[in-house]
T-cell receptor
Framework: DTAVSQTPKYLVTQMGNDKSIKCEQN?????MYWYKQDSKKFLKIMFS???????INETVPNRFSPKSPDKAHLNLHINSLELGDSAVYFC????????????FGPGTRLTVL | QKEVEQNSGPLSVPEGAIASLNCTYS??????FFWYRQYSGKSPELIMS????GDKEDGRFTAQLNKASQYVSLLIRDSQPSDSATYLC??????????FGAGTRLTVKP
């Protein structure tokens, strides 16, 4: 009964491929996020959705496209993968009514060869 | 200037000592402040949140906030080897946009 889950946990792929990472939360939260953590451990926000609506869209390449089919899911699709996309991607969620605390998923380690 | 700045460390303290972690932020209108702990290969885990000036204590952890100085700190009393991890300072800006520092790596030596 993991609160925030991500699949896959590890993803190894070739440059130029297209891949997706899925995130699901069973906490009933209304806001979800994608973060990228690089090799220096710097955690940077990429996107945020509230009730399926995009509210934060940081300066990331448009090869990255988030999709939120419902409040419990926020998927990340990446086109034309590049070496620099290698990182750990974390999904997080928050209940707006319960304050600003975010809960993180286990992360997806993406390696682009 | 980075939005959230932390000393990257590593910070090394002996078991039983007090570990002191510091963080400064640039956005004056920030209202919510957090400390996350991240073990190697794991996801960030919330350990403290603080919203008003002063100290907030939770077990061996004390968070301190000074909005005038734009400064947040975390004290860990009676440090244990299991406290060895990277500690991330996070600041919540408008629109619930959370910004993280680069983290301070703490090592507690037995």
């Amino acid at each position: 009964d993991t609160a925030v889950s991500q699949t896959p946990k590890y993803l190894v792929t070739q440059m130029g491929n297209d891949k997706s990472i899925k995130c699901e939360q069973n906490l009933g939260h209304d806001t979800m996020y994608w973060y990228k953590q690089d090799s220096k451990k710097f955690l940077k926000i990429m996107f945020s959705y509230n009730n399926k609506e995009l509210i934060i869209n940081e300066t990331v390449p448009n090869r990255f496209s988030p999709k939120s089919p419902d409040k419990a899911h926020l998927n990340l699709h990446i086109n034309s993968l590049e070496l620099g996309d290698s990182a750990v991607y974390f999904c997080a969620s928050r209940a707006k009514s319960l304050g600003t605390t975010q809960y993180f998923g286990p992360g997806t380690r993406l390696t682009v060869l | 200037q980075k939005e959230v700045e932390q000393n990257s460390g590593p910070l090394s303290v002996p078991e039983g000592a007090i570990a002191s972690l510091n963080c400064t932020y640039s956005d004056r209108v920030s209202q919510s402040f957090f400390w996350y702990r991240q073990y190697s290969g794991k996801s960030p885990e919330l350990i403290m949140s603080i919203y008003s000036n002063g100290d907030k204590e939770d077990g061996r952890f004390t968070a301190q906030l000074n909005k005038a100085s734009q400064y947040v700190s975390l004290l860990i009393r009676d440090s244990q080897p299991s406290d060895s991890a990277t500690y991330l300072c996070a600041v919540n800006r408008a629109n619930n946009d959370m910004r993280f520092g680069a983290g301070t790596r703490l090592t507690v030596k037995p």
